[in-house]
């Protein structure tokens, strides 16, 4: 019987401007299609095919395999102090550029629907920000996060560490139904 064994994502290289264009668009697709399976999963529960729903979730985490190695591929995965810093780089900005720019066009285009999800991306990245900095802080003195629990709301993703709110600050929904981490 065989040994078990597991391998390791590919490494990175950097030959060829073309491919690492490639690369980097099959990166986005594929990180979009495993949000889209988890979506469709949650779907596919409602309506009452959990089976259907077990398939996408395992479809989505193959998907996310397949993004990590693209990303390693491209050199994006570095120690925690360099992934926390890439991290702090894409939530700002997000912050200060992406979401603020999306919304004055929804905003000019009467889309309020696009301007509240734009709101719960950007409220919950600051948070994520702010958390990102104070991790690099300790990971830079080797000092690791404490064990607090990390809550999540589900609709709008606001993210904070120790207890969940009563109602969440930016959507209400309210603390049962926020996923501990
Ligand atoms: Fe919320």
Not at 33 to 53: C, H, I, M, T, W
Not at 78 to 88: H, P
Request: aromatic fraction near 10%; proline fraction near 5%.
């Amino acid at each position: 019987m065989a040994e078990p064994f597991k391998n390791t994502p590919p490494a990175p290289e950097a030959k060829g401007e073309m491919t690492a264009q490639n690369i980097a668009a099959a990166l986005a697709g594929e990180s979009q299609a495993s949000q889209k399976y988890l979506a469709f999963a949650a779907a596919a529960d409602d309506e009452g095919f959990p089976n259907v729903a077990r398939f996408f979730r395992a479809a989505a985490y193959s998907e996310s395999n397949h993004a990590r190695n693209h990303l390693s591929v491209l050199g994006g995965i570095g120690t925690t102090a360099e992934n926390l810093k890439a991290a702090f780089g894409g939530e700002s900005f997000e912050i200060t550029e992406m979401y603020p720019a999306y919304d004055a066009v929804a905003k000019l285009q009467g889309n309020e629907s696009a301007r509240l999800s734009v709101r719960y991306a950007l409220q919950a990245e600051k948070q994520h920000r702010a958390i990102y900095d104070d991790l690099l802080k300790g990971v830079e003195g080797s000092k690791d996060m404490g064990g607090e629990a990390v809550w999540v709301c589900p609709i709008c993703g606001y993210t904070t560490i120790g207890t969940a709110p009563d109602y969440c600050p930016e959507c209400a929904t309210t603390k049962e139904y926020f996923k501990e981490f």
